[in-house]
């Protein structure tokens, strides 16, 4: 399925780097979201787009910054991350944020290792 | 109480067996409802979207009791390819959109 993709599929990356995960999606959907997913936890919520609009920062720390030029694409910037900010990052989008048209599809993930 | 609680598992069932999972949730203004799959080191995948009147697809009924704030997956004749985790997902708190996710009963079946 290439609904929605991300890139890269895994990243190491030590403490001092700056790397950028990217998402796309291909569906025509108005809303994106990022979520962290940590061994034995729940996803997370991260961030929110609609329309390009940022609706939702789920009290993430700045370290990690989002972009979103259109609705088609978005950014997780990371900076100075810690290595228990190694997890999988997912891209979802949905048609809607609410409604009937909100179910969320999700992009593969990233796979990110902090050393 | 947790937002979104399911029984982490695991459920262990042999093929064809029939196999049920709740979830139950606090906010009693949640408007949406969904089961989703999610295989091992892969992305959740949405199962079905579940209705107040219940809804059917396949071999999956999902089914809302509002009153007791609960949603249920029924998963019958079960297949080896049924097995994964199964997550729940609760919108809406007080008309909000942000999604909830429980944290995933995890299936296995054998032969």
């Known amino acids: 399925e290439t609904g929605v993709t991300q890139t890269p599929r895994h990243l190491v990356m030590g403490m001092t780097n700056k790397k950028s995960l990217k998402c796309e999606q291909h569906?025509?959907?108005?809303?994106m979201y990022w979520y962290k997913q940590s061994a034995k936890k729940p996803l997370e919520l991260m961030f929110v787009y609609n329309f390009k609009e940022q609706t939702e920062n789920n009290s993430v720390p700045s370290r990690f910054s989002p972009e979103c030029p259109n609705s088609s694409h978005l950014f997780l910037h990371l900076h100075t991350l810690q290595p228990e900010d190694s997890a999988l990052y997912l891209c979802?989008?949905?048609?809607?944020?609410?409604?009937?048209?909100?179910?969320?599809?999700f992009g593969p993930g990233t796979r990110l290792t902090v050393t | 109480r947790k937002e979104v609680e399911q029984d982490p598992g695991p459920f262990n069932v042999p093929e064809g067996a029939t196999v049920a999972f709740n979830c139950t949730y606090s906010n009693s203004a949640s408007q949406s409802f969904f089961w989703y799959r999610q295989d091992c080191r892969k992305e959740p995948k949405l199962l079905m979207s579940v209705y107040s009147s219940g809804n059917e697809d396949g071999r999956f009924t999902a089914q809302l009791n509002r009153a007791s704030q609960y949603i249920s997956l029924l998963i019958r004749d079960s297949k080896l390819s049924d097995s994964a985790t199964y997550l729940c997902?609760?919108?809406?708190?007080?008309?909000?959109?942000?999604?909830?996710f429980g944290r995933g009963t995890s299936l296995i079946v054998h032969p």
């Open positions: 997902v609760v919108k809406g708190r007080g008309g909000s959109y942000i999604p909830t």
């Open positions: 569906l025509g959907h108005n809303a």
């Open positions: 979802a989008s949905s048609q809607l944020l609410a409604g009937d048209l909100n179910e969320q599809y």
